[in-house]
């Protein structure tokens, strides 16, 4: 199994909080994605890197943020948690997209913001 | 844009029977890679098979196999000989280029696979 921890696992937090999750890698991986599972949407891209501050938008990017100051972490953040954003979040690494990569995922943290 | 399409929401199956999941996918690509994950209740996203789509052959991992038809766009998994440790939620998913969104997977919606005793 690909070594990537994620924390917190579970986290329950208030509407306009900030919340950071956090992605770590001992695979040292250059690409580190963020997604969200959603009933009825399967998981879709939030952000993405492809390198140490090296970050970029994906389809579902509003009201968050990224961070990756060491290869071995991604930081994703939700400057002010609204209600949409309760769901379950997967952190996935790759080492080479352009040679078709496969992309191994982490254990995911489950939001939820009342 | 790419897309993704599981048309089967559940599907069910007896203990060591075969089962297909169906996938089909729209694209403007020529090479591509497609993906099946499994997920059980404890929400761990595994790869179950991989197929590139610059080769005819059919993958194949163990009692998995996929069939995958370019020209119709369709990537289909064959479970055999099915087992209770089989039942979870499947995620057929294509992978982009790396230019679009850093070679992001595009998942569909899942199937959720019961096997019965």
């Known amino acids: 199994d690909a070594g990537i921890t994620q924390s917190p696992r579970h986290k329950v937090t208030e509407t306009g909080t900030p919340v950071t999750l956090r992605c770590h890698q001992t695979?040292?991986?250059?690409?580190m994605y963020w997604y969200r599972q959603d009933p009825g949407h399967g998981l879709r891209l939030i952000h993405y890197s492809y390198g140490v501050k090296d970050t970029d938008k994906g389809e579902v990017s509003d009201g968050y943020s990224v961070s990756r100051s060491k290869t071995e972490d991604f930081l994703l953040t939700l400057e002010s948690a609204t209600s949409s954003q309760t769901s379950v979040y997967f952190c996935?690494?790759?080492?080479?997209?352009?040679?078709?990569?496969?992309?191994?995922f982490g254990p995911g943290t489950r939001l939820l913001v009342l | 844009a790419q897309t993704v399409t599981q048309s089967q929401p559940e599907m069910s199956v007896q203990e060591a029977e075969t089962v297909t999941l169906s996938c089909t996918y729209d694209t403007s690509e020529s090479d591509y890679y497609l993906f099946w994950y499994k997920q059980p209740p404890s929400r761990q996203m595994i790869l179950v098979i991989r197929?590139?789509?610059?080769?005819?052959q059919n993958a194949t991992e163990n009692r998995f196999s996929v069939n995958f038809q370019k020209a119709a766009k369709s990537f289909s998994l064959k479970i055999s000989d099915s087992q209770l440790g089989d039942a979870a939620m499947y995620f057929c998913?294509?992978?982009?280029?790396?230019?679009?969104?850093?070679?992001?997977?595009?998942f569909g919606q899942g199937t959720e696979l019961s096997v019965k005793p």
């Open positions: 996935a690494i790759s080492e080479s997209p352009d040679l078709g990569e496969t992309q191994y």
């Open positions: 998913a294509y992978r982009t280029s790396y230019y679009n969104q850093g070679g992001k997977l595009i």
């Open positions: 695979e040292n991986h250059r690409y």
């Open positions: 197929q590139e789509a610059y080769k005819q």
